[in-house]
Nanobody, 126 residues
């Protein structure tokens, strides 16, 4: 069993930054064996893939805009994945969730993840 817990959300003005954390727990968990994803859900919208990191450390992002403004990293010793959000826009307002699954050939944007966190709210004001 793997548990994920996000933190770091909050209220920020447009143009600001936030760093989200996703802490993984569970005896079997190790980044070397799991693919990870970040998703978000804005009010009234479908869940959206933001980006992810494969077990080998390769990162991908959903769009060029996200790749230019966001950065995914991890601290294996702390079993924590980060999502750095820069130059935030009002349309980035959403609940951000991390997800994990045993490494596979699935593209990271396919939301067939075994484990999900509860999410952390990011609100960007104009």
């Amino acid at each position: 069993q793997v548990r994920l817990a996000e933190s770091g959300g909050g209220l920020v003005q447009a143009g600001g930054s936030l760093r989200l954390s996703c802490v993984a727990s569970g005896r079997t968990f190790g980044f070397g064996s799991y693919d990870m994803g970040w998703f978000r859900r804005a009010p009234g919208k479908e869940r959206e893939f933001v980006g992810g990191m494969r077990s080998d450390g390769t990162t991908i992002y959903a769009s060029d805009s996200m790749k230019d403004r966001f950065a995914i990293s991890r601290d294996s010793a702390e079993r924590t994945m980060f999502l750095q959000l820069n130059r935030l826009k009002t349309e980035d307002t959403a609940v951000y969730s991390c997800a994990a699954r045993v490494r596979s050939l699935l593209h990271l944007n396919i939301p067939r993840y075994s484990y999900w966190g509860q999410g952390t709210q990011v609100t960007v004001s104009s």
